[in-house]
């Protein structure tokens, strides 16, 4: 990333989301030093992250994603859908990727967020079964009440 004391970024499509935020960052002229608030102070990747990350306001749903327990994964899948950036294949259509956006489970409609999450005939059968399993008696709502749904029960690590 700096070579002879000058920000060299590699060639990538779509150039880097940090790349702007640190393009005139100056760089020191000392060899292996890094400095970033100021000249001689400890580095800091914590106050370098906080610097330049982009900052944004609490969601609501921040507590069911986030919680203490959660399972990592899990934790992400749930992060990519509340921000609809699941690479659902009506998306990859658009991207050229696939050439169909149909269901993969042959249910005749389009796949996207909203009908992986629960419109799809035999996704919604997978989720009320979920739902029977946690003793949650109650019907399958649309993906944005769903959400609703979840950040109202949340409690703890358990949903109310």
Not at 54 to 67: E, G, K, L, T
Not at 68 to 90: D, E, M, Q, V, Y
Not at 106 to 114: A, I, L, R, V
Request: proline fraction near 6%; charged fraction near 20%; hydrophobic fraction near 40%.
């Amino acid at each position: 990333m700096i070579w002879e004391c000058e920000w060299c970024w590699p060639q990538v499509p779509g150039e880097l989301l940090l790349q702007p935020r640190v393009r005139n960052i100056p760089i020191s002229s000392s060899l292996n030093s890094i400095h970033w608030d100021k000249v001689g102070e400890a580095f800091s990747t914590t106050r370098a992250f906080q610097g330049i990350r982009a900052r944004s306001s609490i969601v609501a749903w921040h507590d069911i994603v986030w919680h203490p327990k959660r399972i990592p994964k899990h934790a992400f899948s749930l992060w990519l859908a509340l921000r609809g950036a699941h690479r659902t294949r009506n998306k990859l259509l658009a991207m050229g990727v696939v050439q169909s956006a149909m269901c993969v489970f042959h249910c005749g409609e389009t796949e996207s967020t909203e009908h992986i999450f629960f419109q799809c005939p035999f996704l919604a059968k997978v989720w009320r079964e979920v739902l029977s399993s946690c003793n949650i008696p109650r019907p399958i709502l649309p993906w944005v009440d769903e959400v609703q749904w979840m950040s109202t029960h949340a409690k703890g690590n358990e949903f109310q």
